[in-house]
């Protein structure tokens, strides 16, 4: 019998003795590094309502650390709670390791309490304290089960206050919340609100989501993103090698990605497959399903004249919102969803409410929803989460798009236009990739978003996104600093409302990752050219284990080998 030190798995006994490395200007430690403030910043987008809204946190410059003697910030003890918010995303543990060995290197005394369940737990005062023995056995680890996480957001003014009572009732100096770009608004939200009362509890945010949606000029990826592309990918390909052997199915695989397609972007360069759907591109050429059901089976009936019945497609799970037509919909629903709450609540069957949400919405769109499968028009009606978003996750438009091909390709058989035979299997990969094992860049990303979260924190910044950059350099040449949350944020309409949030980073049409794409995958619709990436490597040669995302390195001018 293998021996192993602790009740868990023999890659996760071996992965737990990784040491994360740090960026160079942060290994001597918070003692050793000042922080260096630029010029005012502004939002991106409709300044003056984010202003207004944000007078104490708007403008702020941006952070970045130098090498100076700041061993003010070591004499007194401080106590700094973190909170994981929104969708599992792989490091998430590193995040808090990191931050506890920041605070740890700082001052032995210094304290970080982990709030349960998510922004809930703040409101609520669940906490617990992360030691470094507790901390031990979920280094280098998947998952958000230490803390747990949730998506509670933190808005009514009894909310605020019962968050700034707990917080200055447990001497709280400081809060980490990891999360997404709604979450990090949130965290904007409270730091406004402790700093408009003169509070000095810091608050920073880090950048978290699969979603690869939180990035701009300044946060090059969210984290998370490498692992779980790098997971979905895997199994991808191996979909890609089981059909190019038996040679007898579609596949339909509907990939994570709330908003923005870069998952499936990432998986399609990594794998190659016959077809793919980017919600970007749909939006601008302003798609109808009709249109997208088109194509696809021009696809299918093509390959099989060359003998070809099989193949892949890539659906970005977010696709639904991106088809202009069914984005209306949506925005509709989601505005009578909002404003009928309580008449709703009233009506107990799901027919019930669906006739009166038709009755609410304007004949072209009830038309619309009433033209779709059962299934998909109820899935649309589901509560959103409480940020306001749909929650596509639950949405299966890769069944949509099946059985809409059927039906198109029963037409053309009719017509003695199609010949072949379509069998299609479909797939959803999100909660798969969400939790799994940190690749070696977010097991060192990771961390050192933390790390450096507790450098911010200690320098009592507050309203600022942890920032780590040059990302596709070796870690240890990685720059650290901070970013001003307001300045990403811009006004959108959510539940019904206009409301400041963090810009999502949609997939740009004429940046590099979608124009590889655009100049390959006419080949590698007919021409089967798939690949095979196999798992994430934590052992081995650093070409394998160290390699980051194929997007990150197109988007900062690298070539792909
Ligand atoms: P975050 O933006 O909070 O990181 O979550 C992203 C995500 O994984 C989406 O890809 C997905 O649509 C959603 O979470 C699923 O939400 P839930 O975990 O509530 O089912």
Redesign the pocket.
């Known amino acids: 019998m293998p021996t192993k030190k602790c009740a868990c798995s023999e890659l996760q006994a071996a992965r737990g003795k990784f040491q994360p490395t740090l960026p160079t200007i942060l290994k001597k430690g918070p003692a050793f590094v000042k922080p260096k403030f630029g010029k005012a910043t502004k939002s991106v987008a409709d300044q003056n309502t984010v202003k207004k809204i944000f007078p104490h946190t708007y403008g702020l410059p941006e952070v970045t650390f130098v090498k100076a003697n700041n061993a003010a910030i070591t004499k007194k003890a401080v106590r700094v709670g973190v909170v994981l918010s929104?969708?599992q995303?792989p490091g998430g543990h590193n995040v808090i390791g990191g931050i506890l060995d920041g605070l740890k290197k700082a001052n032995s005394k210094n304290k970080l309490f982990g709030f349960l369940g998510g922004p809930s737990g703040i409101v609520d005062n669940k906490f617990i304290e992360i030691t470094p023995a507790l901390m031990k056995d979920y280094r280098n680890t998947g998952g958000f089960d230490l803390i747990q996480s949730g998506?509670t957001k933190i808005e009514t003014p009894q909310q605020l206050e019962a968050a700034k009572n707990n917080l200055i009732a447990n001497k709280m100096d400081a809060l980490v919340v990891v999360?997404?770009?709604?979450?990090n608004t949130n965290a904007c939200v409270i730091a406004e609100y402790l700093k408009q009362q003169g509070i000095a509890i810091s608050v920073i945010g880090v950048p978290?989501?699969?979603?690869g949606d939180l990035k701009n000029k300044h946060i090059e990826a969210s984290f998370g993103f490498d692992t779980a592309t790098k997971i979905y990918a895997e199994l991808v390909g191996n979909i890609e090698r089981d059909m190019n052997s038996a040679r007898k199915y579609w596949h339909f695989v509907r990939l994570?990605?709330?908003s923005a397609s870069h998952i499936t972007l990432e998986v399609a360069l990594k794998t190659h497959p016959n077809a793919v759907l980017v919600g970007e591109e749909v939006l601008s050429k302003k798609m109808t399903l009709g249109q997208i059901v088109n194509q696809l089976t021009d696809l299918i009936v093509k390959r099989a004249k060359a003998g070809k019945n099989y193949g892949i497609v890539l659906v970005p799970?977010g696709l639904i919102e991106f088809i202009p037509e069914m984005k209306e919909l949506i925005s509709a629903l989601n505005d009578v969803l909002a404003d009928n709450e309580t008449a709703l609540k009233k009506l107990n069957t799901l027919a019930e409410k669906k006739d009166f949400v038709l009755s609410k919405l304007p004949k072209k769109l009830a038309d619309l929803m009433r033209s779709l499968p059962a299934g998909i028009s109820s899935q649309l009606m589901l509560d959103r989460?409480p940020h306001g978003n749909v929650?596509?996750?639950l949405i299966e438009t890769e069944k949509l798009l099946v059985e809409m091909i059927k039906n198109r390709l029963a037409e053309l058989k009719k017509q003695g236009k199609y010949t072949g035979k379509f069998s299609a299997l479909t797939h959803f990969f999100?909660y798969e990739g969400?939790c799994g094992v940190p690749s070696t860049f977010d097991a060192n990303y990771t961390y050192a978003l933390g790390y450096n979260a507790a450098v911010l924190a200690l320098n009592k910044c507050t309203g600022y996104l942890s920032s780590v950059r040059k990302l596709t350099k070796k870690a240890q040449d990685w720059e650290v600093g901070g970013i001003p949350l307001t300045m990403m944020m811009n006004i959108e309409r959510r539940k019904g409302k206009e409301k400041p949030v963090i810009k999502k980073a949609l997939v740009e049409l004429k940046g590099e990752p979608f124009k590889y794409l655009a100049k390959y995958r006419n080949v590698w619709a007919e021409q089967d050219q798939f690949v095979f990436p196999g798992p994430i490597q934590f052992f081995g040669p650093a070409e394998v284990t160290d390699v980051t995302t194929y997007t990150l390195l197109l988007e900062q001018g690298k070539k792909l080998k």
């Open positions: 929104g969708g995303a998506r999360g997404g770009d709604d979450s978290k989501t699969i979603d994570m990605g709330r799970e989460d929650q596509v996750s999100g969400r």
